[in-house]
């Protein structure tokens, strides 16, 4: 069951998770989201001294040490007193798992055991983990913000595997068929395809490890998407990005196939609906060029 949050007009304010993606490869992430909120109103206060969450990573070694490194964040977060947002939907996912850890009376002992050595207590402001889609659909009327209405654009919304699973972690929007992307793409004036591939693993844990495979699970990802016509793909997890456009080249190259797809975030999708300069979201930013996205619409 997907929650009802009721939309306000307030000043909103978040302390800001951007995790390490957003400050290398997906900058465009970081930038869009940034401006976006600002122009809607809504106030990014830093998270001071964030850390890597530890990604699927840590926890392959332990889970208790990827649980204390995601939960540090929330801590920090909790000694501003301010919910934590996160963009990336891994650093989401992973921070959330970490807030219900949190309130796990044995979870909580292991973790704040390790937390302690890291000089890092756990407050007692009962914040909460929130998503940059969760908050853009849920919390803000968009539709009467819109200035340039993307007419003419056809996207597909590619969800992945974490930004809405698991329920119980997420509870926002369906694990099963999602649609927060989807609305918001619809009430910037975009047409949204019937993307069935939007939950499918695009491979990205296994790029490493097994990169054919990985390759197989993007490529039906952008068949399904330019067999539906879509302009582009729309996201909001600089690890899909990975796979979704900086290996579109190679994949093109080892299925001797053609997609000239562009990947785009849905906080740069709602900016140019604001009426924002592709520029100012950093657009210009991204491996793919986003110029056949741009030449659809009127600027």
Known sequence: MTATITKTTQTQKYSYYPGCSLHTTAKEFDISTKVVMKELGIELEDLKDWSCCGGSI????SHDVGMAMAARNVALAQKQNLDLLASCSGCYNKSARAMKALKDP?????????????????????????????????????????KRPLTGLKVACYYGCLLTRPADITGWDSPVFPTSMDR???????????????????????????????????????????????????????????????????????????????????????????????????????????KPVLAKLVF
């Open 58 to 61: 840590a926890a392959s070694v």
């Open 106 to 146: 044995t979870e909580k002992e292991k973790i704040t055991a390790i937390m302690s050595e890291m000089g890092i207590d756990v407050s007692e402001y009962n914040i909460r983990v929130r998503n940059v889609v969760d908050v853009l659909v849920n919390d803000i009327d968009i539709a009467s913000r819109v």
């Open 184 to 290: 918001l793409s619809e009430i910037c004036g975009a047409e949204v395809v019937d993307f069935k591939s939007k939950v499918k693993c695009c491979g990205n844990p296994i790029l490493v490890s097994k990169q054919d495979v990985a390759f197989d699970l993007t490529k039906n990802i952008l068949d399904e998407a330019k067999a539906l016509g879509a302009d582009c793909i729309v996201l909001a997890c600089p690890l899909c990005d990975t796979n979704l456009e900086l290996r579109q080249p190679d994949i093109e190259k080892q299925y001797n196939v053609s997609y000239n797809m562009p990947i785009i975030y849905i906080t740069e999708l709602i900016g140019l609906a604001l009426g924002i300069k592709p520029s100012k979201l950093g657009m210009n930013k991204h491996i793919l060029s986003v």
